[in-house]
């Protein structure tokens, strides 16, 4: 990993991602890019001259100092020895992450998952959901209030097909750089799994995709997969809940509007999104 974006809006939750990104890159050796973006707001009057937009420039300047400010304003070790670059663009703030992604190559996107209010927090879950849908790399999103701790445990939630189970190998170097256990998480109601025979051949089908020792399996038979994953995550206290996101089939489920805004906005741990084009 070298670069790590992570998209900033001032609000207290892009400030526990911003940091999270830090403790990231750290760990990594990588390079954060703090991406700040900005939206034009037209201005209407009551005589009818029509619409007065506000300059850019001023905004722009606005952004600068504000996204100096918040970066100076965190004090933390490891804000220390990572080298940040900041950027501030013009535009809806989902497409300018994706085409930053893009440029910059970037190997991961954190960001904050809700915002500072109520209509925030529908804004900021929106472009949660647009970026999951089209980042060309893994997405962490953070909940509010998550401080940066290192990992032990990652949830996987799969359905035990062969592309999603090949799609596991790219957090074993995040599980590698920690230690960290992967926990595979089947959400089956079909699945009783009281044959042993049928859970020896789920350990083997695992154990054969995913190249990594530290690894185990599990079972829920909850109808709702969000349910399931909320049980599963409240009895285990994983570090983060790992999730790859197909075009089609399955685990199109999560990133549906609402399943992925109910994943990302209420699972009160961090989700890593892994996209099927990655």
Avoid: W
Avoid at 77 to 103: C, F, P, W, Y
Avoid at 106 to 112: E, F
């Amino acid at each position: 990993m070298k670069t790590i974006l992570c998209p900033v809006d001032f609000s207290r939750n892009s400030r526990d991602a911003y940091t999270y990104a830090l403790e990231m890159a750290n760990k990594f050796k990588a390079g954060v890019i703090a991406l700040h973006c900005f939206e034009t707001p037209v201005v209407f009057t009551e005589f009818p001259l029509g619409p007065i937009p506000v300059g850019t420039k001023e905004l722009y300047e606005s952004a600068q100092k504000r996204l100096k400010k918040f970066i100076s304003g965190i004090r933390i070790r490891a804000a220390k020895s990572v080298k940040v670059d900041l950027i501030i663009l013009q535009g809806l703030a989902s497409s300018r992450i994706i085409e930053i992604a893009l440029e910059k190559k970037a190997d991961m996107i954190i960001m904050g998952s809700t915002g500072t209010s109520a209509v925030a927090r529908i804004l900021m879950g929106s472009n949660s959901l647009r970026v999951i849908r089209n980042a060309p790399c893994p997405v962490f999103t953070i909940p509010k209030g998550i401080r940066f701790k290192p990992m032990k445990k990652i949830v996987y939630s799969t359905d035990l097909q062969d592309d999603n189970l090949r799609a596991a190998n790219g957090i074993v170097p995040l599980a590698k750089a920690f230690g960290a256990e992967i926990m595979f998480l089947n959400i089956d109601n079909r699945l009783l799994m009281n044959d042993e025979k049928d859970y020896q051949k789920m350990k083997k089908k695992i154990a054969a995709a995913v190249k990594y020792r530290k690894v185990s399996g599990y079972v829920s038979t909850q109808l709702n997969i969000v349910k399931g994953m909320t049980e599963f995550i409240r009895k285990t206290n994983p570090s983060c809940l790992a999730m790859y996101s197909r075009q089609h089939g399955f685990i199109s489920k999560l990133t549906g509007a609402s399943t992925t805004e109910k994943a990302a906005l209420n699972i009160k741990i961090p989700l890593l999104s892994l996209p099927e084009r990655h």
